[in-house]
């Protein structure tokens, strides 16, 4: 990479909390944010990791008063904390906003869709007029008022890892001094049916990399990270949290929902990003795993860490035990998650676990850990269709 | 027996979007999944929900479709033993 | 950030030979659609959607085209992705009170599913990418690709967009005023093959492309100029406009603005051909490479007599309602 990219904010909401130190606190003491849904209105019981703030609450802390879509309202919230937290002035700077969103306005549209399933051409249309993806980021960016570079990506589970990985080559290319990045998904009908009809939900809490395991819980939420170059972070005097060392992008070229058995595309994915920065396998302290809890996806998962690291594995853990599958926002939480572990030095337990996948063999970070030494961490995400991504964030 | 391994075949084909293939290109006791047919695990989820809104017949375990869903004919086994009145 | 356009592949409401504008047509224009099976195996076929089949299709042929088995990346830009399954998927949710739902519709709903298809058709474990922002998708899908050029100079990425018509679609957007008899709601897909490498398939080296929101419209002139300098190019050597505007109301005062500034220069409103979509620079696009290559002349698509001057700069030009984006080619042949 040319121009360094140093971390200098953190913005995010899940169903453990709002901010790094209500989260940290709660990665902690093991609480996790899985539950029964209060504010989704669903048939289905099932176990999610909602947040726990109505949209009228969101609204209310935001002080926004237009009727905008859920995964607008935890986008806001996220990316305006994240950009406080850098105290940075954008003023003067090329500035710019990638965010990602699989589900868009979908809360809204499934409610227009309800109301008129007769004719579709009745119905008040400022209910849909949110409904796009690029649209929930377009709000997000009129409110941080960034107008350079504003676009959103869409690859699944792996969205705001992606986001993350542009924003990253846009300030190593020089094209932008400053990047807002990250995603936001919200809990909607459609996707909890969508992955119900998959039968790859638990109706327990998931188990990730657990013998056991039978699935994932959704979950919802928004996280972004302000990325700067060093030329920012000099003239404008901040602190910078890590650095992105290195990154991958690569399609598993398999199967839309399945993850091939040796996990190719994970792999290929996590060799890349040691690649580009520079460091072997044995490096890497700390790995925050895609472990979503189906069988498949932490089976193939396994399988690739096993062929990259060999008998020198890490310390590694999914926290998708504690804020559920976030798809499109996953990538977001998870590397705001690996921040902090080298922030403060820690890692984070793997919950639900009790007896390894016997092909593997593998037994993740069970306890909280703290006073280690974490220089580089790993995060994964894994999406539907292949869209395999790992980022390494280390320290400055 | 006969007419049900028939109908079947019509109507796995239009579930699983099979267009480039009739009746007759399907054959009783050819293997549907892998080889055969190459169908995979989103076809095995289909093939499920035909079962319970053509048949009335609930398969909770997914795993139990290999079994099932090996070819037609066990497929037309398993509805005529296990399936519930339906017209 | 130099970048070549070495092959290209289009699926639209146009055939190249025919250009035949669609204005009075009605409110929706279909595209045109080959017998897929000449390009996508019948057992594949199955999973894919009409979006999907578009977008492969369009890909594949942009890859013969460049004489490419497999591209190096791939990156995708869709304004809406793929609503039909979406459409399909929401109503068997309701209808069946979210019971007994089959779920490929939903698998087959989500955005990335097109360059996911492409990437397991060939087998590509490259870098893949899925923009969806609005009539920016395919804008930042090309950013991507020429970043990607830029750090490896000997990649091919295949980068392109496609966007659907479909009838509840149609339904919905028309209660913003988007649809005229003069500008149908349209669709299409295409994919082109950009690498460094100048080679004797090239269409048009692309030159920059610029997005930017809601401009003041004192501003635009500035913007417009400003972009075409600073890729040290006079205005005078602009050849063709590939124009974006239309005839809704709301684009009266872009309209004047570009009649003042490119009055003397031959101007192709291009959504009179293909109709108005998320990512119809897609189609403009295509059209560009085809006129710098010297594939389509301006003159037939114009109706003109005059003189037929080679083409050797064209500039897009895309103003949908506050999304505003610019693209600047060259033509690869040698024109004196």
Redesign the interface.
Known sequence: MNSKVLVVGLGVVSAIGRGVVEIHRSLQLDNSGIGEARHLRTNLELPVGEVKLSNDSLKDLLSVKDRIPRTALLGLLAARDALADSTLDLTGWRTGLISATTVGGMDFTENYFEENLEDLSDGNRDDVRNHECGKITQLIAEDLNVTDFVTTVNTACSSSANSIIFGARLIAQGHLDIVVAGGADALCRFTLNGFNSLRILDYRQCRPFDASRAGLNLGEGAAYVVLASDRVVQMDKIKSLCCISGFGNSSDAFHQTTSSSEGEGSFLAMRESLKRADLEANQISYINLHGTGTENNDLSEGMAIKRLFGSNLPMMSSTKGFTGHTLGASGGLEAVFSIMSIAHGCVYPNLGFENSIPELGIIPQLKFGNDLPIRHVMSNSFGFGGNCSSIIFSVK | MDKLIADLKIQIIE??????LTKNDIEDDQPLFVKGL?L???DA??LI?LL??RYGIKIND?KEGPKIFHSVRTIAEYITENKSDQP | MTTYINGIGSISSQTPLNMQKISGTGQAIRAIEPDYTDWIEPGKLRRMSRIVTMGVASAMIALRDAAIEKPDAIVTGTGLGCLEDTGTFLRRMLVNIEGGITPTPFIQSTHNTIGSQIAMLLGCHGYNQTYTHQSFSLESALLDAQMLVKENEDLNVLVGSVDEFTVASHNIMQKFNLFDDNTPHGEGAAYFVVSATKCEKSYAKLIDQKTFMNPELSQLEDFIRYFITCNNKRFEEIDILIYGGTRRPGDAQVNLIINKLFGKVKTIWYKQFCGEYLTSTGFALWLSAMISKGQMDTNDILELDNYRKPVRNVLIYNPYLAHHSLILLESCRDIK
């Not at chain 2, 579930?15 to 480039?20: E, F, Q, R, T």
């Open positions: 579930a699983l979007n099979l267009k480039h190459g995979d695990s989103i989820l289909e929900v319970q809104q997914p």
